[in-house]
T-cell receptor, first 117, second 114 residues
Framework: GAVVSQHPSRVICKSGTSVKIECRSL??????MFWYRQFPKQSLMLMAT?????????EQGVEKDKFLINHASLTLSTLTVTSAHPEDSSFYIC?????????????FGPGTRLTVL | GESVGLHLPTLSVQEGDNSIINCAYS??????FIWYKQESGKGPQFIID?????DKRQGQRVTVLLNKTVKHLSLQIAATQPGDSAVYFC?????????????FGKGTKLSVKP
């Protein structure tokens, strides 16, 4: 099946620093990737849609200057949390649409646990 | 933001029994539905999907039922095993919707007793 990886799996940083999270499609090319955030015991909330070669589309209420998304290649999208604060601590998960399958099917990465001290 | 006091609905079953997890969706225009399994500290794992032109689809040990009249989706797991313990999310999508965005339900925690 389609494999999506994320790096790092876990990161702890100080308040005010920036953190970059990578999402890679390992065995396919993904023109569209999605970034979600999940707080404890809650569902996944879509943050933004990442499109290869163009600007990301952000959901309402998500600050695009705080959560920078770059989709520079067909296998890599990055999410940078800038000037992170403790309230940004969360589980960040990416997904990718798999070409050739049902257009709506998304496969998810393993997630990145961000803790901001 | 985070809701204080929020907890997931929990379904507790005995190993070997069948499990039924329910989901109500809100958008009558949704035409594609997916069930995901999420284990603690991991990303969601695709289980099974169904399109709105079907009312039932079977996989290995899992069956998804769709009732469009009452906007209800269910996941049936046969002979539930300890490895099935996880949080299960339903997700809906509108074909041709905003780049295929999925809308996730709140989730149900399945706990399997040995």
């Amino acid at each position: 099946g389609a494999v999506v990886s994320q790096h790092p799996s876990r990161v702890i940083c100080k308040s005010g620093t920036s953190v970059k999270i990578e999402c890679r499609s390992l065995d396919f090319q993904a023109t569209t990737m999605f970034w979600y955030r999940q707080f404890p015991k809650q569902s996944l909330m879509l943050m933004a849609t990442s499109n290869e070669g163009s600007k990301a589309t952000y959901e309402q209420g998500v600050e695009k200057d705080k959560f920078l998304i770059n989709h520079a290649s067909l296998t890599l999208s990055t999410l940078t949390v800038t000037s992170a604060h403790p309230e940004d601590s969360s589980f960040y998960i990416c997904s990718a649409r798999v070409p050739g399958l049902a257009e709506d099917t998304q496969y998810f990465g393993p997630g990145t646990r961000l803790t901001v001290l | 933001g985070e809701s204080v006091g929020l907890h997931l609905p929990t379904l507790s079953v005995q190993e070997g029994d069948n499990s039924i997890i329910n989901c109500a969706y809100s958008n009558s225009a949704s035409d594609y539905f997916i069930w995901y399994k999420q284990e603690s500290g991991k990303g969601p794992q695709f289980i099974i999907d169904i399109r709105s032109n079907m009312d039932k689809r079977q996989g290995q040990r899992v069956t998804v039922l769709l009732n469009k009249t009452v906007k209800h989706l269910s996941l049936q797991i046969a002979a539930t095993q300890p490895g099935d313990s996880a949080v299960y999310f339903c997700a809906e999508n509108i074909r041709g919707g905003s780049q295929g965005n999925l809308i996730f339900g709140k989730g149900t925690k399945l706990s399997v007793k040995p």
